[in-house]
């Protein structure tokens, strides 16, 4: 059995190394290595799959994020609210830019934003919402895009973690995760679900007016060259991502039912056991497994890790402590009651090996392994 990896890129390589190689030498000819053809046609065909009107592509996730908040208009001072349990790159670009992020609890059995909670912090600054669609389904976006309207507020969806999940709407339609906001970001670093070969991220819209402002702000506050209207960053995708990712991007689907067909695995593998809870799939959004992450109970969780470890099976813990409890955003306003779900799972989650390329040798051993833990 092939050494089972947390993420395994170097197998998914193999599947179409051939397609990368040429590709490769042939943009390094072309010697178009910023703005070239291949973002250019990579923006189109993500514009396509995503069936929005603007994707402006960027260096990062990071850089997506806060290019978005930079398009909003913000004051400092004004409030954004998110998730205490994420990756912290959502809440560092709101104090980056001197807003002010509120950390609100998530739901227990799916760990995306709750939307009680949302409502429950909303003041008079409040001014834009980031829903995170963590481990790659979406957050509560009926519910979320009822508030920002009651409300007047942005959304801006961080779909880092869920590029290709859907979003069903009680009346049926059906949106890609990432279009339903006012903007939508995500990122192309290596482990994510549509990942290119070093850093990459993009911005979507269907707004013209916050499109034509979002291409100024990665570009220096230029929306005539030489001439800076804003401050501005620079953040670009590069060429050679870019092409990695036309490649990648029509295997996409392909590339999510295969975690998916991994999840189902798992999930079978694991019924009746009481200690352990498989991750939720909500009905309203189709879940494409950035994570696979396990609730278990009654258990030292560490423990577990170790003796998987021990296996030689990889897992791990996203994420183990809570937003509010680092030190880059602690608050005085925040107590650990104020996040009673997060509290908890950050002791009980743990995610199991995911990628494209689990074989069913490997998938059984690591099942194997988890029960024969639980014996
Ligand atoms: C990965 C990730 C980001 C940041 O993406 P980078 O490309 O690494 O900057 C932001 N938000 C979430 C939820 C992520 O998982």
Do not use: W
Request: aromatic share 10%; net charge negative.
């Amino acid at each position: 059995m092939q050494k089972i990896q947390m993420v395994d890129l170097f197998n998914q390589y193999q599947q179409i190394k051939n397609k990368v190689d040429q590709k490769m030498i042939e943009v390094v000819e072309s010697s178009a290595y910023i703005n070239g053809p291949e973002v250019k046609s990579f923006q189109a065909e993500l514009e396509s799959y995503l069936d929005v009107p603007h994707v402006i592509p960027c260096g990062n996730g990071t850089d997506a994020l806060q290019i978005a908040l930079m398009a909003l208009d913000l004051k400092p001072g004004d409030e954004v609210i998110t998730a205490d349990f994420t990756f912290a790159a959502t809440v560092e670009v709101i104090d980056l830019l001197k807003l002010k992020s509120v950390l609100v609890d998530v739901y227990n059995d799916d760990f995306t934003i709750n939307t009680e909670a949302i409502e429950a912090a909303i003041t008079d600054k409040t001014k834009a919402i980031i829903p995170v669609h963590l481990f790659g389904q979406c957050a509560n976006m009926d519910e979320i895009m009822r508030i920002a309207v009651e409300h007047d507020l942005y959304v801006v969806e961080d779909t880092a973690q869920a590029i290709g999940s859907t979003y069903t709407f009680p009346d049926g339609t059906e949106r890609k995760a990432g279009t339903m906001g006012h903007i939508g970001t995500t990122s192309f670093f290596p482990s994510k679900n549509l990942g290119c070969y070093g850093d990459g991220g993009a911005i979507f819209t269907s707004d013209d007016d916050l499109a034509h402002r979002i291409r100024g702000i990665v570009n220096h506050g230029m929306y005539e060259r030489y001439y800076h209207d804003e401050v501005g960053v620079n953040s670009r995708l590069d060429s050679l991502q870019a092409a990695i990712l036309r490649i990648k991007l029509p295997l996409l689907d392909e590339y999510n039912a295969k975690r998916r067909a991994a999840a189902d695995f798992y999930d079978n593998a694991f019924k009746g056991f009481d200690n352990i809870e498989t991750p939720k799939r909500r009905e309203d959004s189709h879940h494409v497994f950035h994570q696979y992450t396990l609730k278990v109970k009654n258990v030292d969780r560490n423990a577990l890790q170790k003796f998987l470890g021990e296996k030689n099976i990889p897992a791990m813990i996203y994420y183990p402590v809570p937003l509010h409890k680092q030190k880059a955003y602690t608050s005085d306003d925040y107590s650990d009651d104020q996040f009673p779900v997060t509290m908890e799972l950050i002791d009980q989650v743990i995610s199991l090996p995911m990628h494209t390329e689990l074989s069913e040798e490997q998938l059984t051993y690591i099942t194997d392994s988890v029960k024969e833990f639980f014996k």
